[in-house]
């Protein structure tokens, strides 16, 4: 183990020796200090690692970025039909003549790149601060990498009920970007937020989003991952709920050659809300998409979710893991879980690692997690109807992941996602 440790420190600092820290000003060069200290403390991921032995980090840890050929046609356009402020970066670059006015009513817009600059900032309480906290139980190095590097993102502050979504758009041109974004958002007391999130970005992807959401407020969150096969990609969100506070997160994860989505949701305030969900659809040998969620229950009467479905073909794996901790004195907890893949073919598999641990004796917690196949008896029903074979299949595949796409409260965008998934599975 003593072995093990050192040649984790050694390849950890081997990786940090030429890593040069952005310019920022007083109160963000102290926060990039700050996560530097605890990266070198913790070391970056490693295969022997416990939530990373289902998935290989290396790519995503290493100094050189692999090459990813850029597709043609860019974004996939998944919310073009959507009234929405646009915000476009372009290889982890905020792209002003593609993005809209940032002035919205009820939203304060800033890039991360010209706040750095000032010696005091709101975001000086948040940004790495919850990213912080969600280093206990369990390490998550990646996100502390993209605290103390990062090179752009926005820093949002809500103070009341946003007329239209905020549309993250990324977009890619070159064959050898690493993106580093780094978002902050601040919901108010009983204000509301929809954040869309769209586009390959780049060829690695480094995202970390910090919410913090106040008393009555609400967040919704829904994202489009797709239309690049071989980019990689490190997403972390982590949220702070207060007390009747929403948090709904949904992610559709289509392509790509790796994606690890992590998601570490801490409910402080009682009666709070917890949605995380997802959809991926997987194809090829190469393709691997990880989701690892881990909820926090620390107050009285509330309630999470986390429901994954993943379809997966031609030898692609799906990873789930989810954990629920209910702290001593969150009674009345309502946590609830589940992961399940459809196998297309014998060659493709799905991973789980579901997990309770629970402290407190007045809480209603469960998991499950299943795989398996088409349901022969309802093809050969439809099939008997004269359904040819494809259409069959796709339509039991659109009603196995209606589980999910249910979570999606906007029917506006769930009917854009659904249509996104449609045309994925005509394509193919």
């Known amino acids: 183990m003593m072995a093990l440790a050192r040649a984790k420190s050694e390849a950890t600092e081997a990786r940090l020796s030429g890593l040069v820290l952005p310019s920022s000003g007083a109160w963000l060069e102290a926060a990039r200090r700050g996560a530097l200290a605890r990266l070198r403390a913790m070391g970056l991921p490693a295969r022997r690692d416990e939530y990373w032995r289902f998935t290989d980090p290396a790519s995503l840890a290493a100094a050189e970025v692999m090459p990813a050929t850029v597709m043609a046609g860019g974004d996939d356009g998944v919310f073009d039909g959507i009234e929405r402020v646009r915000i476009t970066f372009v ?6 003549a593609q993005s809209d006015d940032l002035a919205a009513e009820g939203i304060e817009i800033e890039r991360l790149a010209e706040a750095a600059t000032r010696d005091l900032h709101w975001a000086r309480e948040l940004y790495g601060r919850l990213e912080e906290r969600g280093q206990s139980p369990v390490a998550r190095p990646l996100a502390t990498l993209n605290s103390a590097n990062a090179t752009d993102g926005v820093l949002i502050r809500v103070t009341g009920k946003a007329a239209k979504p905020v549309h993250l758009l990324y977009l890619r041109k070159s064959e050898s970007s690493d993106a580093k974004l780094h978002h902050c958002i601040k ?123 993943k379809v997966l073909r031609n030898g692609a794996t799906g990873v789930f893991q989810g954990k629920i901790l209910v702290r001593p004195g969150a009674q009345k907890t309502d946590g609830y879980q589940k992961s399940q893949s459809l196998l297309l073919d014998g060659d493709s598999q799905f991973l789980a690692k579901p997990e309770l641990e629970i402290y407190a004796d007045d809480v209603i917690c469960s998991h499950g997690s299943t795989s398996g196949a088409i349901d022969e008896t309802a093809l050969f029903y439809l099939r008997s109807r004269g359904v040819p074979l494809k259409a069959a299949t796709d339509l039991l595949t659109l009603a196995f992941l209606a589980e999910a796409l249910d979570e999606v409260e906007d029917p506006r965008l769930a009917a854009a996602l659904q249509a996104q998934l449609e045309a994925w599975l005509e394509r193919r």
Do not use: M
């Open 91 to 96: 290889d982890g670059r905020f792209d002003a």
């Open 187 to 309: 919901i108010e007391p009983g204000a509301d937020l929809t954040l869309l999130e769209s586009g390959p970005a780049a060829a690695r992807l480094s995202s970390v989003l910090e919410v913090e959401i106040g008393d009555g407020a609400g967040f919704h969150h829904v994202r489009a991952q797709g239309r690049d096969h071989e980019r990689r990609a490190a997403t972390h969100c982590f949220a702070r709920l207060g007390a009747q506070s929403t948090f709904k997160s949904f992610t559709l994860t289509a392509n790509g050659a790796l994606t690890r989505n992590e998601c570490v949701i801490e409910l402080t305030g009682d009666d709070a809300v917890a949605h995380v969900a997802g959809v991926t659809i997987g194809d090829g040998a190469g393709f691997v998409q990880d989701d690892t969620v881990f909820i926090t229950h620390d107050a009285v009467g509330c309630e999470s979710r986390q429901v994954f479905k």
